[in-house]
């Protein structure tokens, strides 16, 4: 061990209220003689490592075996960090016990250091150790036997939208679960409780259900009648009301009565005399029943149920049957009323779902812009090669090494017999046309004399092919280029005008060729698309960094 360090109790009271020394004094008579012989001690194993090797940092505690010891927990060794406790060692010597706890310690950054006092406690008594400088070293680096490169600098990225048609294959999930919970809950014909149904059934109709109902109910068996004849009232007074037009459930006994026999004498209800008397009967009997008290017999009860039943019946016999410009007039009224309706509902989901599309729209608009928008829903060939499965081959011999939108077909070439008195074997692979929205083609010579290609005629004879395509004014520039395994090539680019069929207008083109080559074979990399177009701008800076060729045949 390095370094160590012993640290033993004591305790000052200088200066302390005269309470303050007493508890102080009172504290040590119970506990001082446990601990006035307890002794910490904290060692390193080294005081310098290299940058993520690991210290190991030993404490040693000695004290009484009826004391409690508490070692450091966490993080308490910052700025070094804490690997994690390695053991826990206990040796017992007559009544003392020897503890000890070793911690895994570490440095990823170099530089000099402190380990800062640790704390612990025996019995709730604070003990501290001393702090320990240590050095944490670079990885020496032998730049002898390295090659050195510049840092290469930033390169500027675009965002990648790759993954927007996702985003909006969610946004229109969504638009149409927001649809059907409109159309669920506020557009959809619900279906009718029982209540409901009742409800919409003609007055005459409904009065015969309830007073079916009435006849099933429990009120004469649980001596409710007062109950019973308030309901039993109750329904023909609203079924005269609905059905007769008489103001009945604001009427007495006595006035109800009345109107009946003003409208029967009018001609307005063909009711005979013993009818409106047996109703007479039952309203008063419920008048006495409700107000009085009286209590009829079950059978009477019974009875009074029937004789309204069957005052109904008479009452809806009675009324003037509706002349049938009366019934067209009501069918085609709820005809217009059902179609008001359902158009409101049609016009009212038409309304929510324009309204969350154009919202979607101008928020997809103005995060990703129009463009992107209108590419995205619309289509757009090279956005869709960009955000396609892309290819990763070799082609020819000796190989080209690339990554595409799409695989490259082997295309046949007959080659001119001058030709074919220098080239061993001509091998292209392409895909799309020069005169296409987007083209990249290989081709991989040997010849069959271990001579130097000449790049600058293969050049020209690529560009002569341009012209023949229709490609007009072309700008050619030319500048090195290194495949990502540091093969080192040549880079011809530029831009041309050129007219799609059909069209009268001019669009303008660019073109890479690249190429490479050594004693006795060449090979060449060539990509068209049309100037402006983002997306293929994005594809051919992808081809690029993943372009790489064998210098060997």
Same mark, same amino acid.
């Given at each position: 061990?390095l370094?160590?360090?012993?640290?033993q109790?004591? %305790?000052?009271?200088?200066?302390l209220p005269a309470?303050?020394?007493?508890?102080?004094?009172?504290l040590?008579?119970?506990? %001082?003689?446990?601990?006035?012989?307890?002794?910490?001690i904290?060692n390193?194993?080294?005081t310098?490592?290299k940058i993520?090797?690991?210290?190991?940092?030993?404490?040693t505690v000695?004290?009484?075996?009826?004391?409690?010891?508490?070692f450091?927990?966490?993080?308490t060794?910052?700025?070094?960090?804490?690997?994690?406790?390695?053991?826990q060692?206990?040796?017992?010597?007559?009544?003392?016990v020897?503890l000890?706890?070793i911690?895994?310690?570490?440095?990823?950054?170099?530089g000099?250091?402190?380990?800062?006092?640790q704390?612990?406690?025996i019995?709730?008594?604070?003990f501290?150790?001393?702090?320990?400088?240590i050095k944490?070293?670079?990885?020496?680096?032998?730049?002898?036997?390295?090659?050195?490169f510049?840092?290469?600098?930033l390169?500027?990225?675009?965002?990648?939208?790759?993954?927007?048609w996702?985003?909006l294959l969610?946004?229109l999930l969504?638009?149409?679960?927001?649809? %059907?919970?409109?159309?669920?809950?506020?557009l959809?014909k619900?279906?009718?409780?029982?209540?409901?149904?009742?409800?919409?059934?003609?007055?005459?109709?409904?009065?015969?259900? +309830?007073?079916?109902?009435?006849?099933?109910?429990r009120y004469?068996?649980q001596?409710?009648?007062?109950?019973?004849y308030?309901?039993?009232?109750g329904?023909?007074?609203?079924?005269l009301?609905?059905?007769?037009?008489?103001?009945?459930?604001?009427?007495?006994?006595?006035?109800?009565?009345?109107?009946?026999?003003?409208l029967?004498?009018?001609?307005?209800?063909?009711?005979?005399n013993?009818?409106l008397?047996?109703f007479?009967?039952?309203? #008063?009997?419920?008048?006495l029943v409700k107000?009085?008290k009286?209590k009829?017999s079950?059978?009477?009860?019974?009875?009074?149920?029937?004789l309204?039943?069957q005052?109904v019946?008479k009452?809806h016999?009675a009324l003037?049957?509706?002349?049938?410009?009366?019934?067209?007039q009501? +069918?085609e009224?709820?005809?217009?009323l059902?179609?008001?309706?359902?158009?409101?509902?049609?016009y009212w989901?038409?309304?929510?779902?324009?309204?969350l599309i154009f919202?979607?729209a101008a928020?997809s608009?103005?995060?990703?812009g129009?463009?992107?928008?209108?590419d995205?829903v619309f289509?757009?060939?090279?956005?869709?090669?960009?955000?396609?499965?892309?290819?990763t081959s070799?082609?020819?011999y000796?190989?080209?090494?690339?990554q595409?939108?799409?695989?490259?077909?082997?295309?046949?070439?007959?080659?001119p017999e001058?030709?074919?008195?220098?080239?061993?074997?001509?091998q292209?692979?392409?895909?799309?046309?020069y005169v296409g929205?987007f083209?990249?083609?290989?081709?991989?010579?040997?010849?069959?004399?271990?001579?130097?290609?000449?790049f600058?005629?293969?050049?020209?004879?690529?560009?002569?092919?341009?012209?023949?395509?229709?490609?007009?004014?072309?700008?050619?520039? #030319?500048?090195e280029?290194?495949?990502k395994s540091?093969?080192? %090539?040549?880079?011809?680019?530029?831009?041309g005008?050129?007219?799609?069929?059909g069209?009268?207008?001019s669009?303008?083109?660019k073109?890479?060729i690249?190429?490479?080559?050594?004693?006795?074979?060449m090979?060449?990399v060539?990509?068209?698309?049309?100037?402006?177009?983002?997306?293929? +701008?994005?594809?051919?800076?992808?081809?690029?960094?993943?372009l790489?060729v064998?210098?060997?045949?």
């Amino acid at each position: 061990m390095l370094k160590a360090n012993n640290i033993q109790s004591k %305790g000052k009271f200088h200066g302390l209220p005269a309470k303050l020394v007493l508890l102080a004094l009172l504290l040590f008579c119970f506990d %001082g003689y446990a601990q006035s012989d307890s002794k910490v001690i904290a060692n390193i194993d080294t005081t310098g490592i290299k940058i993520g090797e690991q210290i190991q940092y030993t404490i040693t505690v000695e004290t009484d075996s009826l004391n409690v010891v508490h070692f450091p927990e966490g993080q308490t060794f910052s700025p070094l960090e804490t690997v994690e406790a390695i053991m826990q060692d206990t040796i017992k010597e007559s009544n003392k016990v020897i503890l000890k706890q070793i911690y895994a310690l570490t440095q990823f950054d170099s530089g000099s250091y402190t380990i800062p006092p640790q704390r612990i406690a025996i019995n709730e008594q604070p003990f501290y150790t001393d702090s320990f400088q240590i050095k944490v070293a670079d990885v020496v680096v032998d730049t002898t036997k390295q090659k050195m490169f510049d840092i290469k600098p930033l390169i500027e990225v675009e965002k990648s939208y790759a993954k927007i048609w996702r985003t909006l294959l969610w946004v229109l999930l969504a638009l149409l679960i927001i649809g %059907g919970l409109v159309y669920w809950f506020f557009l959809r014909k619900k279906p009718l409780t029982e209540e409901e149904k009742v409800a919409l059934l003609p007055p005459y109709d409904r009065a015969l259900l +309830e007073l079916k109902k009435l006849e099933n109910s429990r009120y004469l068996i649980q001596d409710e009648y007062k109950k019973y004849y308030s309901e039993l009232t109750g329904i023909v007074r609203s079924y005269l009301e609905e059905d007769v037009n008489v103001s009945a459930l604001e009427s007495t006994t006595s006035q109800l009565i009345t109107k009946l026999e003003l409208l029967r004498d009018a001609g307005d209800l063909n009711l005979d005399n013993e009818t409106l008397v047996q109703f007479q009967n039952i309203l #008063q009997t419920a008048d006495l029943v409700k107000f009085a008290k009286s209590k009829p017999s079950t059978s009477v009860a019974e009875q009074d149920r029937k004789l309204v039943e069957q005052i109904v019946v008479k009452t809806h016999d009675a009324l003037p049957e509706p002349t049938e410009e009366d019934l067209l007039q009501t +069918e085609e009224y709820l005809e217009e009323l059902a179609k008001k309706k359902q158009r409101k509902r049609i016009y009212w989901a038409a309304a929510i779902f324009a309204g969350l599309i154009f919202f979607s729209a101008a928020l997809s608009v103005a995060y990703f812009g129009f463009k992107q928008v209108k590419d995205t829903v619309f289509g757009y060939p090279t956005k869709e090669l960009l955000e396609g499965e892309w290819v990763t081959s070799a082609y020819g011999y000796p190989p080209i090494e690339i990554q595409t939108p799409d695989v490259l077909i082997r295309q046949e070439m007959d080659l001119p017999e001058e030709a074919k008195e220098l080239i061993k074997e001509l091998q292209t692979f392409s895909y799309g046309s020069y005169v296409g929205i987007f083209s990249v083609a290989t081709s991989s010579v040997t010849y069959k004399e271990a001579a130097e290609p000449n790049f600058e005629a293969a050049i020209g004879s690529t560009l002569g092919a341009f012209e023949q395509y229709g490609l007009k004014n072309i700008i050619t520039k #030319q500048e090195e280029f290194q495949t990502k395994s540091g093969v080192t %090539g040549l880079k011809t680019y530029g831009t041309g005008n050129f007219k799609s069929p059909g069209s009268s207008k001019s669009k303008k083109a660019k073109y890479n060729i690249l190429s490479f080559g050594g004693k006795g074979f060449m090979q060449q990399v060539i990509i068209t698309w049309e100037d402006g177009d983002e997306y293929a +701008e994005q594809i051919v800076a992808r081809i690029l960094t993943t372009l790489d060729v064998k210098t060997q045949v």
